[in-house]
């Protein structure tokens, strides 16, 4: 059965965001899956309402702040078996979102280009993995060098690093780019970001929206966003 996998580490995003994640999932997965939503808070166990949902604690909350917890996932202490499908928070799912789970085969690991430096970086809002082969070409060469890899500015940075430049993970693929949409970017050379105005288009093939850095999907007021974030 197909892991669907987030973070819910520190202050930044309240317990809603976990619900929602989750809700947009339960409407747009079709394939058969359990949300597991790693932590540091256990009250989320509470708050969070799901017949499929899985609180479980952070491995290294404790060791790691922030997008480096994302990494922990790689771990065998996460004990995640079979194929895996990651979201971060701040996503917003806009249609069908089958095509990540059945991506590649069940050992691939699916990995979307970054927008701003598309030739360069992987984006890690989105990962398909399967820890048979990641714990090995991610989480313990990370381990190895872990004061070198912290010195990276991210998770994605270090997943970078490992999947592509040494490419260590074996049976890599990339997302198809129309799947998903920036709400920083036009596409993946051009930016539209402005601070001062938050209002883009809804792109006709995206299946889902990134909200990587600001704005967050609950600062807009455009009808689309509010309409699948809920």
Not at 60 to 67: D, H, I, N
Request: aromatic share 14%; with cysteine.
């Amino acid at each position: 059965m197909l892991n669907v996998v987030c973070v819910n580490w520190g202050l930044k995003f309240k317990p809603i965001y976990t619900q929602t994640l989750y809700n947009m999932v339960q409407r747009h997965l079709t394939v058969p899956h359990k949300f597991i939503c790693y932590t540091n808070h256990i009250k989320l166990q509470k708050i969070v309402k799901g017949d499929n949902v899985e609180i479980r604690k952070l491995p290294f909350a404790e060791e790691y702040q922030g997008y480096w917890n994302k990494l922990s996932l790689f771990s065998p202490e996460a004990n995640l078996m079979g194929p895996c499908l990651y979201f971060d928070l701040d996503v917003v799912i806009l249609d069908n979102i089958d095509c990540f789970a059945n991506f590649g085969n069940a050992e691939t690991f699916g990995v979307m280009r970054d927008f701003g430096q598309p030739q360069m970086y992987y984006n890690s809002s989105i990962l398909r993995f399967n820890n048979s082969n990641a714990t090995a070409g991610i989480w313990k060469p990370f381990l190895e060098k872990k004061s070198e890899f912290m010195r990276l500015q991210g998770d994605q940075n270090v997943i970078t690093d490992l999947v592509a430049k040494k490419p260590l993970v074996k049976n890599m693929k990339i997302f198809d780019d129309t799947w998903t949409q920036s709400y920083k970017w036009l596409d993946r050379s051009q930016t539209r970001f402005h601070k001062t105005s938050w209002t883009f288009e809804k792109s006709e093939k995206a299946k889902v929206a990134i909200f990587h850095g600001n704005p967050k999907p609950h600062e807009s007021d455009q009808e689309w966003v509010k309409s699948n974030w809920k």
